[in-house]
C-alpha cells in the first residue's frame, strides 16, 4: 500500500525479487558512502527487505512493500510518478552501482521537469508514434530518472505506463520513447534535461568508465559470481536468520545457486585455461568484463565436452 507523500528530495528504488533486493542494498549503500543527506525509499515485494527497513537494517529510509509477483515489476516502474512519496525524485535502477555525488541532479529540477538520457543509436525495437518509425526516432535509458511533481511530468509518465501496457514488448525503454514523442506531438510544453554518460551509463557505452550511475551487463547481475553482491547476500541472510523468521526468498537463493557454488563447480573453474582470470567478483574496467565473458564461454564449451 502507498504510503503518505514525504515531500522534499529523494532517491526511490523499485526492487522485486530477491536478487534485485540485493543488488538495489548494494547500489543504495553506494549511493549513502557519497550522498549520506539522501532519503531513500524501496518499492518491494520483498517481505524480508521491507522488515529489515522498518526496523532501521540497510541503506534504506522508507520502504513500501507490495504483494505482487515479481514479472509484474515494470508496471511498478512505468507507475513511479505515483509510488514516489518526494516531490523531487531520482529514480535509480536496483541493476546500478554510485561512484559520487548526485545533488546536481535535483538542481536540474529547479529549471526542467524530467532529467533523463537519450540514447544516440536508433531504436532496436520495432513501433510507431504519430506514423513516425521507431528507426527515426529516438529512445530512452529509464536506469536513472530524475523528475518533478508536476502537472507535464505526470502527463509523461501517464502515458508512459500506458504505451507499456499497450506495446507487447516487454521493455519499458520504448515505450518511454513513444510517450515523449507523443506529449511534444500533442503540444504539451515538457522540460526535458538530456543526461549525458556521467550520469546514466551502460557498459555498452564507449567513452571513459565509470561514470556516477553505472548499470551492470546482464552478465554481472549474478550473485554468486560478484563478490560484493554475494557478500551482502550472507551478510543479510544472517541478520534475517537471527529474528527467527521463516522468509523463503533466501533458501530458494541456496537451492538455485547451490551447484554454482559448490566445490564441484569451483573445481571445474580451476581445469580450465587461464585460470588466474576465473569469475571472482565484478570487474572494474572494460577489458576485464570481456575477459569474464569469454570465460563463460569457454566454460561452457568445456562442459559441452
Known sequence: MKEKIIGGCGIIYIAFGHDYGIM???????????NPEVHVTVITNIKWL???????????DNAIFY???????RYYKTDMYNLSPY????????????????????????????AIRIIESPPVYDYEVSGE????????????IFFNRNKRAGELFSRWKK?????????????????????????????????NTKWSK????????????????????????????????????RLVFKKNENYDEF????????????RLFRAILHFIPNRNNRLKNLGRNEKGIKRKMNRVEKYKIYNKN
Open 133 to 144: 518509425k521507431s528507426v527515426d526516432l529516438f529512445w530512452l535509458h529509464t536506469s536513472v
Open 67 to 73: 504483494e505482487e509477483r515479481q514479472e509484474n515489476n
Open 251 to 262: 533458501s530458494d537463493f541456496d537451492k538455485r545457486t547451490s551447484l554454482l557454488s559448490s
Open 202 to 237: 551502460s557498459r555498452r557505452d564507449d567513452g571513459e568508465w565509470p561514470s556516477v550511475i553505472q548499470s551492470y551487463q546482464r552478465f554481472e547481475k549474478q550473485i554468486w559470481l560478484c563478490r560484493e553482491l554475494n557478500s551482502l547476500n550472507k551478510e543479510m541472510a
Open 24 to 34: 538495489a542494498l548494494y547500489s543504495s549503500k553506494t549511493l549513502k558512502e557519497h
Open 163 to 195: 504505451y507499456f501496457i499497450e506495446n507487447p514488448v516487454s521493455r519499458d525503454m520504448p515505450a518511454m520513447g513513444q510517450a515523449i514523442h507523443s506529449c511534444y506531438v500533442s503540444g504539451i510544453d515538457l522540460s526535458l534535461f538530456q543526461l
Open 87 to 114: 516531490n523531487k525524485t531520482g529514480f535509480i535502477d536496483a541493476d546500478t552501482y554510485v561512484t559520487g555525488d548526485i545533488s546536481a541532479l535535483f538542481r536540474y529540477l529547479d529549471h526542467y521537469d524530467v
Open 50 to 60: 521491507k522488515d529489515c527497513t522498518d526496523e532501521g537494517v540497510g541503506p534504506f
